[in-house]
């Protein structure tokens, strides 16, 4: 990804131009961030802007990531691009996308640094997954995949830790800057949060990412459980991976012990939006215990009667 010079006149966008932006990235996120949306309710005006716009970017990044149509090699280089716009648009060069003008005037605003943005876009490229070559040269003239892509696996907790750094942790540093803290002690409790956001995530997911080529449990717990990850994707039995799914769930929870830590540390007015992400997502986690970790035969998820509770609780802590 390439440094971009400094533009010789700055460009400023006008207030209308901004509040266009803020629209378009406040649409993005409402009809796109299922969870996150109810924190972000609750937060100032300023701050809901911001995050909206963050939001709306990492969308950006992981529609690009994540589209079927193009190939492998292809998506890199549109990332790349992307990336490099919000550079050339940060630098102070003119642009007319809105996602890049709010999320550069939020990057000002709070201080967001910009090696975590990056970080967010290459969060996403390690989802890539590498194509067979004649996967890439017969893209698009048959339904029918017969060259299967290389998956995405770790070899162990650790480099599945370091992928959700990049993917989640960074979101919450993100996220942090904008909440607003003081100490330093914040940032690793951030991080860790992030982490049991994405392990609820790849629980939920098991199934629908491995139909996808993308196998994020670890192969040592794998082997652990005795569990081979081509199975995964067409389990009939859920019963079987029920104690490996308990095991990464309780590292889950390990980590969200972070989030009640962590919600101390940043400023009064962003509490109550902290306190409703925690809440939704451990609730998730919950959920899929309670269902004994069925996560084969349906698609988990808070009902809106679930989601509107904790947001109403999380509502009163701002009112207080």
């Known amino acids: 990804m390439s440094s971009v010079a400094q533009f010789p006149t700055p460009f400023i966008p006008t207030e209308s131009q901004l509040h266009m932006a803020y629209s378009v990235c406040r649409g993005i996120t409402r009809s796109q ?8 309710l609750v937060l100032p005006k300023r701050k809901r802007q911001a995050l909206s716009a963050v939001y709306a970017f990492m969308r950006r990044c992981d529609d690009i990531a994540d589209d079927p149509a193009l190939a492998a090699r292809d998506r890199k280089q549109k990332l790349d691009a992307w990336v490099d716009a919000f550079h050339a648009a940060e630098a102070g ?22 090696g975590l943005l990056d970080q967010l876009a290459f969060g996403t490229a390690m989802d890539v997954e590498e194509e067979n070559p004649e996967q890439d040269q017969n893209r698009g003239q048959t339904k029918d995949q017969n060259y299967p892509r290389h998956p995405i696996q770790y070899r ?31 940032e690793p409790l951030a991080e860790r949060l992030g982490l049991a956001f994405q392990l609820t995530n790849i629980i939920r997911d ?73 809440n939704i997502y451990r609730s998730l986690l919950q959920k899929i215990v309670r269902l004994n970790y069925d996560v084969f035969t349906r698609k988990v998820s808070l009902t809106l009667r679930e989601k509107l509770s904790i947001f109403g609780k999380g509502f009163l802590k701002r009112m207080l």
């Open 156 to 186: 162990n907790f650790q480099e599945l830790e370091r992928y959700c750094y990049n993917v989640a942790s960074v979101v919450g540093l993100v996220c942090i800057h904008i909440f607003g803290y003081k100490d330093g002690a914040a």
């Open 206 to 278: 098991v199934k629908e990412d491995a139909v996808l080529g993308r196998v994020y449990l670890p192969q040592d717990d794998l082997a652990q459980f005795g569990i081979p990850a081509a199975e995964l994707a067409t389990m009939t039995d859920p019963t079987r991976l029920r104690t490996l799914l308990e095991f990464e769930a309780q590292r889950a929870f390990e980590n969200y012990r972070a989030g009640d830590d962590l919600l101390h540390l940043v400023s009064e007015d962003s509490q109550p939006a902290l306190w409703v992400l925690i």
């Open 33 to 40: 961030a299922k969870n996150f949306y109810y924190g972000f």
């Open 93 to 114: 060069h003119p642009t007319d996308d809105p996602v890049l003008l709010a999320v550069v005037d939020a990057q000002r605003r709070f201080g967001i640094p910009v």
